[in-house]
């Protein structure tokens, strides 16, 4: 099934100046994908915002490392540094209105990139203030002094993970290179993530919002239910069990533009013990199959209100 923008869909529109040719188009494009545009505010809100927060959240990181002992510990901050690098500069770029995956990945690389490097002048400033109080400390601005600075530490190595030698030479240099890794990868994908994680709307110019969420139990096979949906018979949904969040169960997202309602799209996860994944993303719909989900959603809500226990009953 090839994969089609909300852009082509539109350009069929106004070409043939026809709602029902819309219609028809989304319900043959198949998947709903970003249409590679991108205002230049995009990437300014998404490098400033991201560099910005990036000098604070170094600080912070490296505070962490110093006052943290216990290797796990140093991994999660690591870990999480790198998550919120990502996360603002994705939410930015978002904000922005960026829907070019390559771009977000660009961006979200040189965001990660210099919260990495201003963490390691902060570091390497600690640590050669208190090893070396005559040492001529680099500063942000000099990459040529900083890089000679991380080899000169290197030979030594400035903490230990057993009480022993202090970890030195390659097996510190592969630390550093994991660590790098962590943070510049994790970035990266939580900055693509975010701006991924909703369709964007080429006619109203906004994001499209989730209107409703949907659980069904797991009568039908997962290839099953796939095929179904993306063959179009949205109405076999009202005949499946609705699901219970605590169990085993399948979950539909439905997202839709809120002026024009022309755009929408559905996501199908599958939430099993230990077999969590994403079954169908984004897949496009018309407005009467968005409908079905709606009243769908509203079903259930009315017969869960109807099999509450009542508060005077208790």
């Known amino acids: 099934m090839r994969m089609v923008t909300h852009a082509d869909a539109i350009g069929c529109y106004r070409e043939n100046n026809s709602l029902s040719s819309l219609l028809g188009v989304i319900a043959m494009a198949g998947y709903y994908k970003h249409s590679g545009k991108f ?4 990437p300014i809100l998404g490098l400033l915002g991201g560099i910005v927060f990036s000098v604070p959240t170094a600080i912070l990181y490296d505070f962490a490392l110093f006052t943290v002992t216990e290797m796990k510990l140093r991994i999660v901050c690591t870990l999480v540094f790198g998550l919120l690098l990502g996360a603002v500069c994705g939410a930015m770029m978002c ?6 995956n390559l771009l977000a990945g660009i961006v979200g690389f040189a965001v990660s990139f210099t919260g990495l490097y201003v963490s390691w002048t902060a570091w390497l400033a600690g640590i050669l203030h208190a090893l070396y109080p005559s040492y001529r400390i680099p500063g942000v601005l000099q990459p040529i ?7 000169a ?37 939580l900055a693509v993530g975010f701006v991924r994680r909703r ?48 169990q085993p169960h399948y979950r539909i997202h439905l997202n839709s ?22 079954l169908i993303n984004k897949l496009l719909l018309t407005g009467e199959q968005a409908s079905v989900l709606r009243n769908i959603e509203m079903n259930q809500r009315a017969a869960a209100g109807a099999n509450a226990v009542p508060a005077s009953a208790k």
């Not at 205002?39 to 995009?42: C, D, L, M, T, Y």
């Not at 002094?145 to 080899?151: F, G, S, Y």
């Not at 809120?258 to 099993?272: A, D, R, Y």
């Open 39 to 42: 205002a230049p505010q995009g």
């Open 257 to 278: 533009c809120g002026v024009c309602h022309q755009l929408n799209t559905l996501t199908l996860e599958q939430i099993f013990p230990r077999n969590y994944r994403t």
């Open 145 to 151: 002094q900083v890089w000679k600075a991380v080899l």
């Open 153 to 189: 530490v290197n030979p030594h190595g400035t903490w230990s993970s057993g009480g022993g030698a202090a970890t030195h030479g390659v097996t510190l240099w592969f630390v550093w290179a994991a660590e790098a890794l962590v943070i510049l990868g994790f970035g990266v994908l």
């Open 95 to 100: 904000l922005g209105k960026v829907r070019s």
């Open 199 to 246: 369709p964007f709307c080429e006619r109203c110019e906004q994001w499209c919002k989730r209107e409703c969420k949907l659980y069904f139990a797991p009568s039908l096979s997962p290839n099953d239910l796939k095929t179904q949906l993306e063959s179009g018979d949205i109405r076999k949904l009202e005949k499946l069990a609705p699901g219970n969040k605590k």
